[in-house]
């Protein structure tokens, strides 16, 4: 199933390509500089490929996509710790108890405005 013009076949067996490598191809000339035998290396990373994808036109293969690692997108956000202690209700799973809403200010402590009359209020106070 070889192409034409791949290589050559010597009177023991062996079969000989030649190949090229871009030079801007970093990864791959790293690759082949880090290996004490390039041929066996080679013929080793062509056996993982084939356990991997099969007998297969690698660059012609289709691609998959991995799954996604860590966390899922938009999970930057956190939620804000609390600034105080926490309640007794929030700590035995009850809802929280909302501070009640502000007493309606007495009719005698309005002016005429509907503003509230400080000397009323502190008349009020001193009263208590």
Same mark, same amino acid.
């Given at each position: 199933? $070889?192409? !034409?013009?791949?290589? *050559?076949?010597?009177?023991? $067996?062996? !079969?000989?390509?030649? *190949?090229s490598v871009p030079t801007a191809d970093q990864t791959v000339q790293q690759w082949i500089d880090a290996q004490s035998d390039v041929g066996t290396s080679l013929r080793q990373a062509i056996r993982e490929a084939v356990a991997a994808h099969g007998i297969t036109d690698l660059p012609n293969q289709p691609v998959h996509q991995q799954p996604r690692r860590g966390r899922p997108r938009g999970s930057r956000t956190r939620t804000p710790k609390p600034t105080t202690a926490p309640t007794p209700a929030a700590t035995s799973g009850q809802a929280p108890?909302?501070?009640?809403?502000p007493a309606p200010m007495p009719a005698d402590l309005i002016d005429e405005d509907g503003r509230v009359d400080m000397n009323a209020l502190m008349m009020a106070a001193t009263r208590r």
């Open positions: 199933m $070889g192409h !034409r013009g791949t290589g *050559w076949t010597d009177s023991s $067996g062996t !079969r000989h390509l030649r *190949w108890r909302h501070p009640a809403a």
